[in-house]
């Protein structure tokens, strides 16, 4: 398997069926670099975005009750 590190995308194409998302990382003194390009099929690049936004959502909403109950105990 290979990691991709993803500070934010540079563009995104629709070519031949595929949609590409033009990756990029931080490089060194802040410095844009490509990290790579994911490659989407078209039909189904707006349910996986779907899917990745409740899955962001739910981290999210946990993240959140943990911090809640986190603070909700009294301190030692």
Do not use: W
Request: charged residues 20%; hydrophobic residues 40%.
């Amino acid at each position: 398997m290979q990691y991709l590190l993803v500070d934010g995308i540079k563009d995104v194409v629709l070519h031949n069926g595929m949609v590409r998302v033009d990756c990029i990382s931080a490089g060194p003194n802040g410095t844009e670099k490509a990290s790579g390009t994911l490659l989407i099929p078209a039909m189904i690049a707006g349910p996986l975005v779907q899917t990745l936004a409740n899955a962001l959502a739910e981290l999210e909403k946990k993240i959140r009750e943990q911090q809640q109950s986190q603070g909700a105990k009294p301190a030692n």
